[in-house]
């Protein structure tokens, strides 16, 4: 069964600042996809960023980026030029099938003004 | 357009009732999932629905929880016989395939709480 680890609980980060969250999964499979989910007190959980991993380069959306390790099966997200709203709890989540998401425990973002 | 519609936003109640909790997912999208979310916790994946497919239902954590999908659109997720603890964040997403690809796009969640 596949498994995803976010190490870090609790994270902050300086407004305008760069943070680093963590994620790392396990799998035997060789074709999968990788997510990063926000979700805000409102609970949604909102698509921050995916990347396939048969794409060796990292994907990018604006100020969101990933730092993918295909061998070392990490998955980290870079959040640039850190904004207030950008405080949520983020996961880290797996499929390969689309029959289901596998998700990590999360990371709670704190964004200090 | 709109997206993925859960109801109620909330529900309370007593603990040994039954609940039924309502998704209304993105029209078009084939594939359907519903998630449970404990507090201060991840998400557990519980049942998936695609297209007329028979459902996979293999994370309902007990036979008091059931679902359905009528038309291949609405669902609607059941707890028969609440307990403490089915107290959770139900999550419903869907996508517009079940592909790995095709990212899933979730509603706002039910907040239930059983007392």
């Known amino acids: 069964a596949q498994t995803v680890t976010q190490s870090q609980p609790e994270m902050s980060v300086q407004e305008a600042e760069t943070v680093t969250l963590s994620c790392t999964y396990d799998t035997s499979e060789s074709d999968y996809y990788l997510f990063w989910y926000k979700q805000p007190p409102s609970r949604q959980m909102i698509l921050v960023i995916r990347?396939?991993?048969?794409?060796?380069q990292n994907a990018t959306e604006n100020r969101f980026s990933v730092n993918f390790q295909k061998a070392a099966k990490s998955f980290s997200l870079k959040i640039s030029d850190s904004q207030l709203g950008d405080a949520a709890m983020y996961f880290c989540a797996y499929d390969n099938a689309g029959n289901m998401l596998t998700f990590g425990g999360g990371t709670r973002l704190m964004v200090k003004p | 357009g709109a997206g993925v519609s859960q109801s109620p936003s909330n529900k309370v109640t007593e603990k040994g009732k039954d609940v039924e909790l309502r998704c209304d997912p993105i029209?078009?999208?084939?594939?359907l999932y519903w998630y449970r979310q404990s507090l201060g916790q991840g998400l557990e994946f519980l049942i998936y629905?695609?297209?007329?497919?028979?459902?996979?239902k293999s994370g309902l954590p007990s036979d008091r929880f059931s679902a359905e999908r009528t038309g291949g659109s609405v669902s609607t997720l059941t707890i028969q016989r609440t307990q403490q603890e089915d107290s959770a964040v139900y999550l419903c997403?869907?996508?517009?395939?079940?592909?790995?690809?095709?990212?899933?796009?979730f509603g706002d969640g039910t907040r239930l709480s059983i007392l």
């Open positions: 029209s078009g999208h084939t594939a």
């Open positions: 990347q396939e991993a048969y794409k060796q």
């Open positions: 997403a869907s996508s517009l395939g079940a592909r790995a690809s095709q990212p899933q796009h």
């Open positions: 629905f695609q297209g007329n497919s028979a459902p996979d």
